[in-house]
């Protein structure tokens, strides 16, 4: 008899726990159809892209190989036809390295907004050599005569992957520090995040607050406190402050002794290599960082943050984006916090009051414009229903009148609109760059501008003169203003800029409502501030002078104020600034990038061009003809007790480098014959399929009631099954609407034998057939929820013999007729989330459940028992016996109360306390075959405490509460997860 462990999770899907022996069956991932997977092969990398982006996948061969060997150096890691897989169909642009089917995966669209320096070059010269370290990082291997005896290193015998996992015991920022740090010191002059203030002044935000981030949060992400990229913000402060003492070997001695003693923590391999424990450590990277802020904080004469007005928010946790004036007292912006939903708000400026005017997941560059007060472009990220990893850009028009909003675009990958009045302009998403294109009616795109080496970033019309704008574009690292036409857009943006600037980006674009000034964000000094450009005078002046960052501006009606984004500790904040207010500081034209310097900038060498000659002449050659991953990347033991005695063998597992398809068999002996346990997954196309075959022996005795003899047998149950898990998305932005259906049908055989083993029986079949469903209809999560705050969720499973064979079974002590009764078993129910006090991120979940079956369950009744009952409350149907029940429904209350966030931990002791919160419960069982279906109910009362924690990277949820059934005077203590 089986039990199922359902889990409810965030994303609330409810599936069986899998099984170690199905070690990478689970990570087989859907990808779109018909990319025709090619291939180029180096001697260290073997780049997999889709048919057509053979450019870019020579380009970023060239990369890899010309930064490999100083990533080799850094991190002492090396590497052998390693992956690099290349997809162009998400514009939710990222990066990644995974040490389990170790391998890189890298989105080709770029990056949008101002999460990346500009000055670092092109998405690819910014994303590849930061993965690369990852890569090295993971993949630290000495030579076999330098191996030291460790866990991991026998374990590497085995299964490199799970070898290369130690590493990820380590704090994720000590790894994202450290790729930071090569990308900012190594890369290009003035590029990655540690040259660039926007990313900088986050951290020195909190540095100066009374909550100043201590040694465990510097280095481990945080959960539920902004800002959720801390480990890499304060982890390249981290690195970049130890290299700087203790030399660029420093990392990589530390990673050497954490890979093989990964059992003492991170905070032993700093000691043992810098002869200081991580406090002392800190005591010290906290002085010579007090300095520096020092005289960083000394070149900002004046603070016009304190001459702001500071909008706050009815939310806690603010990320505000890109205000926007309605009228002379009304703002538009984009916001998202940890209790309130995100999406475009209103904020009055005289009353306070603020609503929702659209939840929705905006695209990151926060490009959108009010056109006339009453239209309102924007852009914004939809999943594909069929592949979860895939998110697609898409304009919308939202009228703020009737907030009825359409939809101008349908997968069409465009960003960043902006309209005349006649016509509407965007940016389309193409290769790892973009083209200005034009939305026509019906949502046609045309194009009306392409490039070769540059991306645009934001387009502006200006309000006064519908033919006129202004173009951010970014150009080999200089990321700089262009003023166009559109009858001369082609040929002006081929030209020089109008508006460059040495080692500072230009940013955010707003035309004044004369239309002869322009707002811009500039990243100049020691903060990215807010300036203006006078079109007629050529004349920039400096408006804003923040201690931590202020950008994203834009103009009131009049021209008075102007509305912006301010960093405050570690939010991002609204703000207003009258005209009287603003600093008004010329920006000396010997500050702008002009003439041969300009040139020099614009026309600097691809990174890895000198590779490029010898790239070039190596063939793409197709993915699909590649066998070599069926070779095992695991094998590992395999030991099971049965019948008094072990059945041990070796079992063994791998996985194609797109995740694509995927086997885990495992190969045991016991009474002198093999046994089996095999199963492949294939999603090579939609929805794929899993198919499994085994064969196990069972033990057991059976008795003559006559004489009372006994006679032992193995029965050999062998059989295959065939699912097909079919999942669709209908909404998978800011909550989940979303159907999955998995279908199954299975034969099994039996045969018995005696203990030789010699068989007694031919084989018996029965044939089974099921199915497991889910449908999920709005489920919200804020980001400190502890479980939904509301949504609905509906899942059923079944399962059914479909007939019912008989067998004879001779032995010694007499023939014994044996026969498969049917059974079928089905288990449904509901969930549903509310949340009666949603500003402190409580929420109530209440849920019905109902588990029947037939005489013969195939189910424990465990399935659908809560924590709290004792033991044995309620059996198991047994046919003939009394006691069992065999149709149990369940009615339950969960009340979620969180406490604390503290988000902190140690490093020394790798201990990180998220969360703290109380729940209260209710659970109520009923026999639905019982005539008074009141009178058969028993229910329990309780409550719990909760903490969730990290140990190292690996998080956990522990509750210990009382359960208390009234009706019965039972208390029970219970503890675990409830």
């Known amino acids: 008899m089986k039990r199922i462990l359902f889990a409810v999770l965030f994303s609330l899907t409810i599936a069986p726990v899998s099984t170690f022996a199905q070690l990478y069956n689970t990570s087989v991932i859907n990808r779109p159809g018909g990319l025709n997977w090619q291939q180029i092969k180096t001697e260290h990398f073997r780049i997999i892209f889709p048919e057509g982006e053979d450019s870019l996948a020579y380009r970023s061969v060239a990369i890899l190989e010309s930064e490999y060997a100083k990533t080799s150096k850094l991190t002492g890691g090396t590497l052998t036809n390693f992956p690099v897989i290349l997809n162009n169909y998400n514009d939710l642009s990222n990066g990644f390295v995974t040490s389990f089917n170790f391998r890189s995966e890298i989105e080709l669209a770029a990056i949008k907004g101002k999460g990346m320096n500009p000055q670092s070059g092109d998405w690819l010269e910014t994303v590849l050599p930061h993965e690369l370290i990852h890569a090295t990082h993971f993949n630290i291997q000495q030579p076999l005569e330098d191996k030291k005896v460790s866990i991991p290193n026998f374990i590497s015998l085995f299964s490199p992957d799970i070898a290369r996992t130690f590493h990820g015991f380590a704090p994720v920022g000590l790894h994202e520090g450290l790729a930071v740090y090569y990308e ?9 995040r540690g040259n660039y203030s926007f990313f900088n002044n986050r951290f020195n935000a909190n540095f100066a607050s009374s909550g100043r981030w201590n040694m465990g949060q510097t280095l481990i992400p945080s959960d539920y406190t902004q800002p959720y990229n801390r480990h890499y913000i304060s982890g390249y402060t981290f690195i970049d402050w130890l290299h700087d003492n203790y030399g660029d070997d420093i990392s990589k001695k530390a990673i050497r002794y954490h890979y093989h003693n990964f059992f003492l923590g991170y905070g032993v391999a700093l000691r043992a290599k810098t002869g200081k424990w991580p406090g002392q450590l800190y005591a010290l990277y906290e002085e010579d960082l007090a300095e520096k802020e020092e005289q960083r904080l000394a070149e900002i004469e004046v603070n016009t943050t304190e001459k702001s007005r500071i909008i706050d928010t009815p939310y806690k946790g603010e990320e505000i984006h890109g205000p926007k004036w309605i009228s002379d007292t009304k703002l538009l912006f984009y916001g998202s916090f940890y209790n309130g939903r995100i999406g475009f708000y209103e904020y009055d400026l005289e009353s306070g009051k603020m609503k929702l005017l659209k939840e929705v997941f905006s695209v990151e560059d926060y490009n959108y414009e009010i056109e006339n007060a009453s239209d309102f472009y924007f852009s914004n990220y939809s999943r594909d229903p069929l592949i979860p990893s895939q998110y697609i850009a898409d304009v919308q028009k939202l009228n703020l009148e009737t907030g009825a ?17 006649e016509l509407v302009l965007a940016i389309q998403a193409d290769g790892s760059g973009g083209k200005i294109v034009e939305i026509a009616e019906g949502g046609e795109v045309e194009v009306r501008k392409t490039f070769d080496g540059a991306i645009p970033v934001a387009l502006r019309f200006n309000p006064t003169n519908p033919e006129q704008l202004a173009v951010v574009l970014k150009r080999r690292g200089v990321q700089a203003l262009w003023i166009t036409s559109l009858n001369n857009l082609s040929e002006d943006l081929n030209e020089a800029p109008d508006l460059a600037f040495e080692n500072a980006s230009v940013f955010d674009p707003q035309w004044h409502p004369d239309g002869d000034h322009l707002l811009f964000s500039l990243d100049a000094g020691a903060a990215m501030n807010v300036y203006e450009y006078n079109l007629q005078s050529d004349e920039v002046t400096q408006l804003t002078s923040s201690l931590y960052n202020a950008f994203e501006a834009s103009y009131s009606p009049d021209g008075s104020q102007i509305a912006y984004v301010v960093q405050k500790v570690n939010e991002r904040k609204l703000a207003v600034l009258n005209r009287d207010d603003f600093l008004n500081a010329p920006v000396p034209v010997s500050l702008r990038l002009t003439g041969d310097a300009l040139n020099e900038e614009l026309t600097r060498p691809l990174l890895g061009a000198s590779a490029m000659d010898s790239i070039s002449t190596i063939e793409a050659t197709p993915y699909g003809a590649d066998f070599s991953w069926l070779r095992p990347r695991a094998v590992y033991p395999v030991l099971e007790e049965k019948g008094g005695t072990y059945q041990y063998g070796a079992g063994f597992s791998s996985i194609d480098a797109l995740s694509s398809q995927a086997y885990s068999a495992e190969i045991t002996g016991i009474q002198n014959r093999l046994w089996y346990d095999v199963t492949y997954t294939n999603k090579m196309f939609y929805p794929g399929f899993e198919l499994n075959g085994y064969s196990d022996p069972q033990f057991f005795a059976i008795q003559n009631s006559d004489t009372g003899e006994r006679f032992s047998l193995m029965r050999q149950d062998r059989g295959i099954s065939l699912s097909m898990p079919f999942d669709y998305t209908f909404r998978g932005d800011t909550r989940l609407t979303s159907f999955s259906l998995s279908p199954e049908i299975s034969a099994e055989q039996f045969k018995y034998y005696d203990l030789e083993p010699s068989g007694l029986t031919d084989f018996a079949t029965r044939y089974k057939a099921g199915f497991f469903s889910q449908l999920n209809i ?11 705050s509301s949504g609905i969720s509906f899942f059923g499973l079944y399962e059914q013999t479909l007939n019912e064979p008989k067998i004879s079974i001779p032995t ?30 409580q929420s109530l979940r209440l849920d019905l459940q109902f588990l029947q079956q037939s005489a013969s369950p195939i189910y424990s009744n465990d399935t659908i028992i809560p924590m709290g009952f004792k033991s044995g409350a309620f059996p198991n149907f047994r046919s003939g016996q009394d006691g069992g029940f065999q149709n149990l429904s369940r009615f339950s209350t969960r009340y979620t109360i969180p406490l604390w966030y503290p988000d902190t931990g140690g490093l020394t002791l790798p201990l990180y306390l998220s969360s703290i919160y109380l729940t209260t419960f209710t659970h109520t069982l009923t026999d639905m075959d019982a005539n008074d279906l009141v009178a058969s109910s028993r229910s329990i009362f309780g409550a719990g405490f909760h903490v969730q924690f990290k140990v190292s990277n690996l998080l ?5 509460g009382l359960a208390y059934e009234p009706t019965r005077n039972n208390t029970q203590f219970i503890f675990g997860q409830f």
């Open 184 to 192: 900012t010191e190594s890369v290009t002059p003035q590029g990655g």
């Open 405 to 421: 909003s359409t939809r101008l675009t349908e997968n069409a990958r465009v960003y960043a609109p902006t309209s005349n009045g």
């Open 778 to 788: 709005g489920v919200l999560n804020f980001k400190r929820d502890i479980q939904p």
């Open 956 to 960: 956990f949820d522990l509750g210990v």
């Open 812 to 841: 010694p002590i007499g023939t014994f007729n044996s026969s498969f009764a049917n059974q079928w078993s089905a288990y449904y129910g509901v969930f549903g989330f509310v949340s009666p006090l949603r500003k402190w991120n």
